[in-house]
């Protein structure tokens, strides 16, 4: 939930339950002083009823012609006690029943006991009372609509600053060697956050930098030790009469060696990439590139046997470095034949919308979420478990995306345009 | 022939020089960009293979000081800097090839030996070697003045087996020459595999002698021995 509407439905239901509360209590209070000044008119009738009683010593009906106004009959039960109560009472002239208050007590007419209901039209006072409190209702919720709109307004200017640095923050990447620049803020608070997002920006640059150049450094000072090594293994080799254990210590060294050589260059690579070394950007058309990888790498296919089905459905073109898109091709190729089975398939598809390099083999072993990550290796040994996190360092770099997916018995990579 | 070495890891630069060495070539060594300097504006060199990183300057300054002194000379650079803008830098500013580290000794003596015969003959050359003559302009190959048709990976691996005769060459270093680095898969090994026997057929079934030998664990050697 958002910021703006959590504050919004809070006030919004604080408010609500207050103005109830507060129109509540106005409407008893008012109620209440209708009541009061009801009961003092019917107290001061009886009064006057029971002055023209002592000095006549009966009553007449006629003499009070409002209807029902007074009402008495003869009761065997009689106390000193005097009650109000809620009524209605039958208007003749408006055929309709008329709330009204009333006023019931006992006293002695002649020999006998009466009960005297004395009664008054609440009618007035409840028109009254029902104007008033739907003025206030319409008022409150006139001033609660203008709160909320009000409040909603503030709430957007005073967030403001928050929201801007939200999305800077949110839209800054730390590959791109950029400042985090964040407007200026007159809230304190923001101000903090902002000095405190600057803080930590500068400081995951600077790790991030300093981890990118030890990559960059410790693989290129490897080179030369590495350069020596081969050197000094093809002097070695050079040597007559060597012995079988020396044969295969010598081809132990080799192997190590030209795979901290490949290991290196990898990620020499992957940081060239990263930082954006290569600045040559051209249209390069992936058709006849594709038609030529897989004709330079036709004796591998052949020699593994592989089966391979090219399917042109399209064009696609993409601005890229020619070098790199080169080498995005060859590892993806060399990763279906690497992993593939004696036999097997490729079966490559070019798109108007990327292209998909699908082959058999075994299953993957690892997740394929963390495929194209660094140093990830299938089953296929004498990897450098760098081809794939080229691929994708790669893709980054030029806008596209690359997808793992298993279907129909082959193990798919689908590079397209990243969807944004 | 005399080749200089600019080349500040002594190691490397030795073993650099003694393979050279044992095909016949003068070597000499500069290990910092002074004494290379020194050496360039006392001496003729067939060859100069140098290093860009030296502890006292940038290789690139001897390339440049040396196609003022001599336009013959050929030069190699050879740099743990795989940089394509340097690669771009050295070529255009003079050298004639760029080796990027760590490469292996017999491709930089095919290198050599190729950029050598460039320089003295134009390209219009022929290489023999016994029976054998590999015709460099028209890339064919007689045997005992037969033609013999080779493919081009064929004749690429003839070539740089002569250029490193009587060298025992590992299969990863043939593979490389072949392919380039961007071929990492086990599975290159068997294919030179298939081209050497391929090669040493045709070659013998023209009545060459077979001067392929395979050194067990390691690759092979061209030559007579």
Known sequence: MKLLTKTTLYYLGFSIVIYLSIALAFYYVTEYLVYEDVETR???????????????????RSCYFVQNKIEFHASAYHDDKEVFSDT????????????SRQLVFYTKLGPDYYKISIRKSLLESDKLLKYLTSTMLAFMVLGLSVMYFVLRRISRRVWRPFYDTLSKVKSFKLTKEQELELSPSTIHEFEELNEVMHKMVRKTQKDYK????????????????????????????????????????????????????????????????????FSTIKEVYFNTLLRKKIEELEELFMHKELKVEYHEEGDFEWLINPDLAD?????????????????????????????????????????????????????????????????????????????????????????????? | MKILIIEDEKGLSESICSHLSKDGFLCEQAFTYASAEEKINLYQYECVIVDINLPDGLGFGIVEALKKLSATTGIIIISARNAIEDKLKGLEIG?????????????????????????????????????????????????????????????????????????ALTKEAIAEHLWGDNIDSADSLDIVY??????????????????????YGIGYKFGEH
């Open chain 1, 210 to 277: 300093n981890l990118k150049e030890f990559t960059q450094n410790a693989s290129h000072e490897m080179q030369t030790p590495v350069a020596l090594i081969n050197a000094r293994v093809e002097e070695l080799i050079q040597s007559k009469n060597l012995t079988d254990k020396q044969v295969y210590l010598i081809q132990e060294i080799n192997n190590s060696s030209n795979r901290i050589s490949r290991i290196t260059q990898g990620l020499l690579l992957l940081s060239k990439i990263e930082n954006r070394q």
């Open chain 1, 327 to 420: 080498i995005l091709i060859t590892n993806l190729l060399n990763n279906s034949i690497k992993h593939n089975i004696t036999g097997g398939t490729i079966s490559i598809t070019l798109l108007d919308d990327g292209f998909d390099i699908a082959n058999t083999g075994e299953s993957l072993g690892i997740d394929p979420k963390t495929l194209f990550q660094r140093f990830r290796k299938g089953k296929a040994s004498g990897s450098t478990g760098l081809g794939l996190a080229i691929v994708k360092q790669i893709c980054d770099a030029y806008g596209l995306q690359a997808e793992y997916y298993y279907q129909d018995n082959l193990h798919h990579i689908k590079i397209s345009p990243a969807s944004l």
């Open chain 2, 95 to 167: 050298s004639d090839d760029y080796l990027t580290k760590p490469f292996h000794l017999s491709e930089l003596i095919a290198r050599v030996k190729s950029l050598i015969r460039r320089k003295n003959f134009g390209g219009e050359t022929e290489i023999v070697f016994n029976e054998i003559k590999i015709n460099m302009s028209r890339r064919m190959v007689y045997v005992n003045d037969t033609e013999t048709p080779l493919s081009r990976k064929e004749y690429d691996l003839l070539l740089y087996f002569i250029s490193n005769k009587e060298h």
């Open chain 1, 88 to 99: 209605t009472l039958y208007d003749k002239n408006n055929k309709q029943l008329i709330p």
């Open chain 1, 42 to 60: 019917l107290h001061s009738e009886k009064k006057d009823f029971m002055s023209f009683v002592s000095s006549n010593g009966l009553w007449y």
């Open chain 2, 194 to 215: 298939s081209h050497i026997k391929n090669l040493r057929r045709k070659l013998v079934e023209k009545g060459a002698k077979d001067y392929v030998h395979s050194i």
